[in-house]
């Protein structure tokens, strides 16, 4: 069987490469909600492989009226989500910029956190880069619009302030709200045991590209989540200085960092976003097996006389064998040998002295879910002798 499996052009390569950039988008949107993905996948093996395969009705009907209506639920339980993933396609199409301190109103912030710290009193900012956070992932928070300062910061986060549990957002070189509340993180190896502020730093960094500073009233450290991840600088002992904390928000804005932490961070980016490249790749590429078909592929698939009337013996069949181009999705023909084939001649006739029988679709007998396109030769001629006579 001469089968163009893997005949790819480069349109097929175009094609395959949009859909694992989609893929892998998909991949990392849900990248939270991993083993519920797992979950569906198993099931629809399971729906596929096993209740289709062995035609388990009851099973097959039920599974398809769980995935119809799963669209539906999908839409309304992650319609936030979904909302948001199309306003980050929007936001990286116009190239939105992060609104971002200047370098004196950074210099107050990094010195009223270094004075909070001392004074080990907890403290959560945010500093919000591109993707829009306001409307999914800012709660219950007071409007401010005031201008930076140390005793500003000193009052909103003491504790007989009504917002001191919640963060402060700001916005160039504006306090825009405080007492807000932010999603909260499960992430329990990566908090490296803080509390309720270092869970919602971690929480909106895993969400989003916004930098979240937290002071610990326990430890007097202060930390700094971004991209799902939390970094404590400092300790009891050898507290940070105002100007290595301004250094180390000032090289994550610009996105330069320091050698060390550049080349670990970089490194273990770049490891997770190539697994999972390689795993949409995998998956654009099996799909597009699966589902795309083949244009034409060609057979030799020997015929098989039956039917012979009685009194009468088969002697040759012209000709044995007979070209069958198919066409289907590629894994058919990937499980698809000659042998799944065979092209039948009902002989019945032969005794109304038939001995040419036209071959069609309806002669081919087959399970392999492939299309007959055509059939060459068209005609299958048989010589057959009677018990009493000679050939005919």
Known sequence: MHTPLLDIVPTDLVDIAVVAL?????????????????????????????????????????????FAALVVVVVVVFQDDLRRLFEQIATLSLRRKAPRPDPSSLGTLTRGLYQLAAKRRGALVVL?????????????????????????????????????????VMQNNRIKEFGVHLPLSENRDELKGGGTRHAAALGLAERSDALCLVVSEERGTIGIAAGGQLE????????????DLRDKIQDHLEHTGTEVKERR????????????????FA????????????????LQVRVEV?????GYALTGVSPQEVEVEVAGPRRAMLL?????????IDADLVRLQRRTFEVSAQSVR????????????EKVKLTVQQARGGAR
């Open 232 to 243: 404590i600088l400092g300790n009891p002992t050898e507290p940070i200085k105002p100007g």
């Open 306 to 310: 039956e039917n012979v009337p009685e």
């Open 128 to 168: 919000p880069g591109r993707e829009p956070i306001e409307r999914h992932f800012l709660q219950y928070g007071v409007p401010l619009d005031a201008e930076i300062s140390e005793e500003l910061l000193d009052s909103l986060f003491d504790p007989g302030s009504a917002g001191h549990d919640g963060a402060l």
């Open 366 to 377: 087959h399970a392999t879910g492939l299309e007959i396109k055509s059939i060459k030769p």
């Open 265 to 280: 961070v970089e490194w273990r980016w770049l490891g997770r976003r190539l697994v999972e490249g390689l795993l949409s």
């Open 22 to 66: 989609l893929l892998w988008g998909l991949v990392v949107w849900t990248r939270r909600a991993r083993m519920a993905l797992l979950g569906l996948a198993f099931l629809g093996v399971f729906y596929h492989l096993i209740a289709q395969q062995f035609k388990l009705q009851l099973t097959t009907w039920i599974f398809q009226g769980f």
């Open 283 to 298: 998956l654009a590429l099996g799909a597009w097996l699966v589902f795309v078909p083949v244009e034409k592929a060609v």
């Open 336 to 344: 698809a040998s000659n042998a799944d084939f065979q092209v039948v």
